[in-house]
């Protein structure tokens, strides 16, 4: 093959020297070549797997069956265009000199065997490169850091896409939106525990206009879900307002953030920053470890908080002044933020009312109508998680008649129209009516103001389940009234 | 004879010849070693600039050898010698020759030339920028052309003809630029530096003791000039060629070639002439290193003697005392070598 090669070139003293260096040439093309392409491979493979990846991600989201031929098209690409890329004699001879050291030599006695007529020291001078490209002694590869970057990457990628084909076996995301059957929100209601959820104050007086007949033909989907994430959110303040309520100093941060106070939390989180350097050790060990476990139960719910969380605990127990004053500044503000973001408690006590309504209607209907209890439509209920205990929350009421006293009971709103049962259509019917457990009448306050709930902050710092367990164990404190207070002229009416 | 055993005689004869070149290269630089300490780099430039028929512009302090060398060499070449000690009074006619008018052998009166020192095979032009312009630019046709005119006469010079200048570089009193058109045609300009202290022990030994014998003559003219045909034909690649165009167009500023040192501190770039120097030099280089190709070593090793005294700086340049030798690296660094 070499002397056919040879024979391109003209005829002249440098016939001999020039099969000789085609021959050697042509080991260097194959390397060369080789190179080139594997070089190209590599880049292509890159390619691929990007677009593999790519292909896997956008399947698996979209759920349909993947398409792989597309990953193969750049890996092809890489790999015509390398081979067509094939070095020429020239080209390799410019390269090896280059990489053997071969100070020129080749890629002159390629220029002199293809140049006539020749010179006086062209065949001296093509004899020695040939004889200096045979004796170098030099790797099949040239496998320099910028080759290796390279096919570090290529692997990397390939395992990556590799990796991505498992995303087929896994469920592919579901839509945010529902079909009409309201399923979405029926799987997800259950979820919500509401006999967990803590009432922000003033939430039992509000009136829930949720308690509207709900028609269950379709439901709000989105509903459970954000219910779901108030709760979480106000779960996470809650776990603060208990750490912080840990130690004494910071009760004020606590009160605050259960009233709802968040500005206030944050002036009292402040200070208590300023005033770090007064806490005992003991005390910051102990808010430090409370703040600890309330970032860990917060991490889901609200993460930037439980990080500030976390950060002020790291801070109280081992870190200078500067940083506790710091990092409970930092916490202030946070609450701050979270604190706003939340929302309402009318809010949050209006989609629970809402929620429960749906469920209701959807899952518990017969149920409902079996047990007689006239449970829907009611709204004298002391809470909504009360409500949803049914009838077995009116067993925690204690001696009728006596008013004032927190309890659970079932009564009619006046106000409400349409087929509501009216006043009097409760007549005969087991009604349980706020009681005065801490025995005698009940007290009416002297300002007039029972019918403003959640100014203790005592009550706001409780949570629905204490409630609830508080009202049917009878240690709910006489200035904790439980009935909303545009109701308890229903109650009340009962008495007189 | 078959064609094997042709190519294989004409392979042997390039050979030998080469090995020629490289045994009178060695021998020459030996002779002159044994009276020179040191120099090499300087002694290498001048042998390089004798066999590519080049000239040689010596730069150094007084008492560094320059003169010394030449004369060493012309004695170790056998080549005719002379030395002219440039002046401010020094006239062309002093350098060149005159027409005298003389008394012929028949009574009458005829006008004879004759010859000035510059007609000699090696000609030391010693402190030349002591000269006038005008005295200067009377070695212009000699350098160039190998010849000179007197009238309307001219007149060959003998070959070989090299022309080997030494300038102080610190004495500026009395003193005259050299023109740029007669920079340009000196092959090389070599810096002689201050000896180290090892070599001037040896300086002082060598000088103080005995004397020692002249050195012996190791080529003359004639194998002088047919080594510069030699070296002419030691072939060099189309791209390594290249290379050295591409490093002048780079040290014209105004060129888009050009690169960012030029821009910076060139007013004008170097000649055609610094492209031609620098190859026929790297030739030579390249047969002295042993290969019968020219590499972009060679190039780069030749490069600055042939570049530093054919950039003009700017004033700027100048100013903030920039060198040529210092725009010539650059140059190097930022021309690539494969274009």
């Known amino acids: ?496 | 004879m078959t064609q094997t055993s042709v190519s294989a005689d004409g392979r042997a004869a390039a050979a030998q010849d080469i090995e020629r070149l490289r045994r009178t290269v060695e021998a020459l630089e030996r002779e002159v070693a044994r009276v020179i300490v040191g120099q090499e780099l300087v002694i290498r430039g001048v042998t390089i600039a004798l066999i590519a028929g080049g000239h040689v512009l010596l730069e150094g302090l007084p008492g560094l050898g320059k003169t010394l060398l030449v004369r060493t060499i012309a004695r170790a070449l056998h080549l005719q010698y002379s030395r002219i000690q440039f002046t401010p009074d020094l006239m062309p006619a002093d350098i060149l020759g005159t027409n005298l008018l003389l008394e012929t052998s028949h009574g009458g009166r005829a006008f004879q030339f004759q010859p000035g020192p510059i007609f000699a095979n090696l000609v030391l032009a010693d402190e030349i920028n002591r000269a006038t312009p005008k005295t200067q630019s009377a070695l212009l046709e000699a350098m160039q052309e190998q010849a000179v005119t007197i009238g309307t006469v001219g007149h060959p010079l003998p070959l070989p003809f090299f022309v080997l200048a030494t300038q102080n570089p610190i004495e500026l009193e009395g003193t005259y630029p050299l023109p740029e058109a007669e920079l340009d045609r000196f092959f090389f300009k070599l810096n002689v530096g201050f000896p180290t202290r090892a070599e001037l022990t040896a300086i002082v030994d060598r000088t103080t003791g005995p004397r020692s014998d002249p050195p012996a003559a190791v080529a003359d003219g004639a194998n002088v000039m047919e080594l510069q045909e030699l070296a002419r034909e030691i072939p060099i690649a189309t791209h390594v060629a290249d290379y050295a165009v591409r490093l002048v167009l780079a040290s014209h500023p105004e060129l888009p070639e050009a690169a960012e040192t030029a821009r910076r501190n060139v007013r004008f770039g170097a000649s055609p002439r610094a492209a031609q120097t620098m190859i026929l030099a790297s030739k030579i280089h390249a047969v002295l290193a042993g290969r019968v190709n020219v590499a972009f070593d060679d190039v780069r090793r030749v490069a600055l003697p042939a570049l530093r005294h054919r950039l003009i700086l700017s004033y700027e340049a100048e100013a903030k005392g920039t060198t040529p030798d210092r725009v010539v690296a650059e140059l190097l660094s930022a021309v690539p070598e494969q274009g």
């Not at chain 1, 005969?428 to 029972?450: A, F, I, W």
């Open chain 1, 1 to 496: 093959m070499h002397v056919e090669i040879a024979q391109h070139l003209p005829a002249s003293a440098l016939h001999e020297e020039a099969v000789e260096l085609l021959r050697v040439l042509s080991r260097f093309r194959w390397r060369l070549g080789f190179e080139r392409t594997l070089r190209f491979g590599l880049r292509g493979a890159i390619a691929s797997g990007l677009t593999l990846i790519g292909v896997s991600v956008i399947s698996w989201a979209v759920g349909v069956q993947n398409a792989w031929w597309p990953a193969a098209l750049p890996l092809l690409a890489a790999l015509a265009l390398g081979l067509a890329r094939w070095p020429s004699h020239a080209q390799a001879a410019l390269a090896a000199d280059r990489r053997l050291a071969l100070e020129e030599r080749l890629g002159t006695a390629v220029e002199l065997a293809r140049r006539r007529p020749g010179g006086r020291f062209d065949a001296l001078q093509v004899r020695d490169a040939v004889a200096r490209a045979r004796s170098t002694p030099g790797g099949w590869l040239t496998l320099d850091r910028h080759f290796r970057r390279e096919a570090w990457l290529a692997a990397g990628v390939v395992v990556l896409a590799a990796a991505s084909l498992l995303l087929a076996r896994l469920p592919a995301p579901q839509p945010s939106f529902v079909d009409e059957t309201g399923e979405a929100a029926a799987d997800a209601a259950p979820s919500v525990d509401l006999t967990q959820r803590e009432l922000p104050p003033g939430a039992e007086d509000i009136p829930l206009a949720s308690a509207q007949p709900v028609p269950q033909a379709k439901a709000d989907a989105g509903l459970a879900a954000r219910v779901q994430q108030e709760q979480s959110e106000r779960t996470a303040l809650d776990n603060l307002s208990q750490a912080l309520g840990s130690v004494s100093a910071g009760q004020p941060a606590a009160n605050a953030i259960q009233q709802g106070d968040f500005g206030s939390a944050r002036s009292e989180l402040q200070n208590l920053g300023d005033e770090a350097d007064q806490l005992s050790d003991a005390a910051k060990q102990q808010l430090g470890k409370a703040l600890q476990d309330a970032a860990a139960a917060s991490a889901q719910a609200d993460r930037q908080l439980a990080d500030k969380e976390r950060q002020a605990a790291q801070s109280l127990s081992r870190a200078t002044y500067g940083e506790q004053r710091q990092a409970l500044r930092g916490l202030g503000d946070q609450v701050q933020r979270s604190g706003s973001r939340s929302v309402s408690a009318d809010q949050l006590a209006r989609d629970i009312g809402q929620l429960q309504q749906q469920s209701a209607a959807q899952g518990a209907g017969a149920r409902s109508q079996a047990s007689g209890a006239g449970q829907q439509g009611t709204t004298g209920t002391g809470s909504q998680a009360a409500q949803q205990q049914g009838p077995a929350g009116g067993q925690g009421s204690g001696a009728a008649g006596q008013q004032g006293g927190p309890g659970v009971g079932t009564g009619t709103d006046p106000n409400m129209l349409g087929d509501q049962p009216s006043r009097l259509d409760t007549a005969g019917q087991s009604v349980q009516v706020p009681t005065k457990l801490n025995g005698g009448p009940g007290v009416r306050p002297p300002d007039g103001t029972e019918d403003q709930v959640g100014a203790d902050p005592a009550v706001g710092g409780r949570n629905v389940s204490e409630l609830v367990q508080a009202q049917q164990t009878g240690q709910v404190a006489p200035e904790q009234n439980l009935v909303p207070g545009e109701q308890r002229y229903v109650v009340r009416g009962y008495f007189r």
